[in-house]
T-cell receptor, first 114, second 114 residues
């Protein structure tokens, strides 16, 4: 069964610093995708970044990068140069190729301070 | 940028009433989903829909729930007889063709059952 674990219920970071949000996953399949979503206090789910299990390079999207370590089954999100607007819940999720559903972790609440 | 739109953004309904939540997925997408998030909890998969039929559903998606794509643009979730525990944020999502395409979420519909 698929499982996503986010062990950090909350994280604090100062503006302009980098922060890493942890995500580990459990699967016996070889083909899967990993996602990170941001959920601000307004409630919407905003896609940030995607990593395929066969992608050899770590995904990057602007200030977001995904530190993908397949052997360790981890897919940590790195946010560089944090901004006040980055304060939100962050969810890691996994989808098996061929299956449609996303399985979400419990989320990490990030607070960026001035 | 194309987006998934959902209506209503908020709805309060009495227990036992029927509710229909509406979604307009991104126009060239082929896979459609409903997820829900009970306040303070993680996002849970409800159902996926492809080629005019349900492709996968969770244990949560019991006989009280149904989905429909009544025309070429809308995708609806119906809850026949709402219960207090149906109070949650309901997210519609869609995905384009291909194995790696991102799943995009709408802004959600808050449902409160009283």
């Amino acid at each position: 069964a698929q499982k996503i674990t986010q062990t950090q219920p909350g994280m604090f970071v100062q503006e302009k610093e980098a922060v890493t949000l942890d995500c580990t996953y459990d699967t016996s399949d070889q083909s899967y995708g990993l996602f990170w979503y941001k959920q601000p206090s307004s409630g919407e789910m905003i896609f940030l970044i995607y990593q395929g299990s066969y992608d050899e390079q770590n995904a990057t999207e602007g200030r977001y990068s995904l530190n993908f370590q397949k052997a360790r089954k981890s897919a940590n999100l790195v946010i560089s140069a944090s901004q006040l607007g980055d304060s939100a819940m962050y969810f890691c999720a996994m989808r098996h190729t061929g299956f449609q559903k996303l399985v979400f972790g419990t989320g990490t609440r990030l607070l960026v301070s001035p | 940028e194309p987006e998934v739109t959902q209506t209503p953004s908020h709805q309060v309904t009495q227990m036992g009433q029927e509710v229909i939540l509406r979604c307009v997925p991104i126009s060239n997408h082929l896979y459609f989903y409903w997820y829900r998030q009970i306040l303070g909890q993680k996002v849970e998969f409800l159902v996926s829909f492809y080629n005019n039929e349900i492709s996968e559903k969770s244990e949560i998606f019991d006989d009280q729930f149904s989905v429909e794509r009544p025309d070429g643009s809308n995708f609806t979730l119906k809850i026949r007889s709402t219960k207090l525990e149906d109070s949650a944020m309901y997210f519609c999502a869609s995905k384009g063709p291909g194995a790696g395409n991102t799943i995009y979420f709408g802004e959600g519909s808050w449902l409160t059952v009283v």
